[in-house]
């Protein structure tokens, strides 16, 4: 079975850069997750996605980031313009359905921002 | 609100002793509890979960955790390290719809 795929693995700009980080989550999964993972800390959540519509984006620093889930699939999450605080890697996650609260997400290998 | 402490930021022991990795949550609900594990350059991965079944919850290669809500604790456990365990852990709380709160994790580092 695939994974959870996630791309670019790494990127770096500069602040005031815009940068889009794309996942596709494993086949079926209707429950989707952005995560961030700062250095040193644990992920926190930005936005969680139930087919295409948003379940949860109350840390989800709206002035700059956005994120779509079109047709309940694959998932792009932007920032823009990004900031040196949003160095960290940022983390796509998919379950089955979250309201069977089972707490099983499988996790992407993470995107690695540098902003500069 | 829910919160995690990982007690330990890092733990360092030898190969074929025994590990603890401690970890006290904090939750206004009967929480659900998880510790997921992070191998360098793969995703985080499931481990074990406790959602109020038995006490004494088994996951895989080996590890266990016990559920204490006298101590507001679910510290994981091995009785023998192997190399392959050198990672970051996580300890996670989640009161519904896999809301998930990571705590801030655990680097062990096992010494041949």
């Known amino acids: 079975e695939a994974g959870v795929a996630q791309s670019p693995r790494y990127k770096i700009i500069e602040k005031r850069q815009s940068v889009a980080f794309w996942c596709n989550p494993i086949?079926?999964?209707?429950?989707l997750y952005w995560y961030q993972q700062i250095l040193g800390q644990g992920p926190k959540l930005l936005i969680q996605f139930q087919n295409n519509g948003v379940v949860d984006d109350s840390q989800l620093p709206k002035d700059r980031f956005s994120a779509e889930r079109l047709k309940g699939v694959d998932s792009t999450l932007k920032i823009q313009p990004a900031k040196l605080e949003d160095s960290a890697v940022y983390l796509c996650?998919?379950?089955?359905?979250?309201?069977?609260?089972?707490?099983?997400?499988?996790f992407g290998e993470g995107s690695r921002l540098t902003v500069l | 609100a829910q919160s995690v402490t990982q007690l330990d930021s890092h733990v360092s022991v030898s190969e074929g002793t025994p590990v603890l990795l401690r970890c006290n949550y904090s939750s206004s609900y009967s929480p659900s509890l998880f510790w997921y594990v992070q191998h360098p350059n793969k995703g985080l991965q499931l481990l074990l979960k406790y959602t109020s079944a038995a006490t004494l919850v088994k996951g895989i290669n080996g590890f266990e955790a016990e559920f204490k809500k006298s101590e507001t604790s679910f510290h994981l456990t091995k009785p023998s390290a192997h190399m392959s365990d050198a990672a970051e852990y996580f300890c996670v709380v989640s009161d519904w719809g896999n809301k998930l709160v990571f705590g801030a994790g655990t680097i062990l580092r096992v010494k041949s």
């Open positions: 996650a998919s379950s089955l359905d979250a309201r069977a609260n089972t707490g099983e997400l499988f």
């Open positions: 086949s079926g999964h209707a429950t």
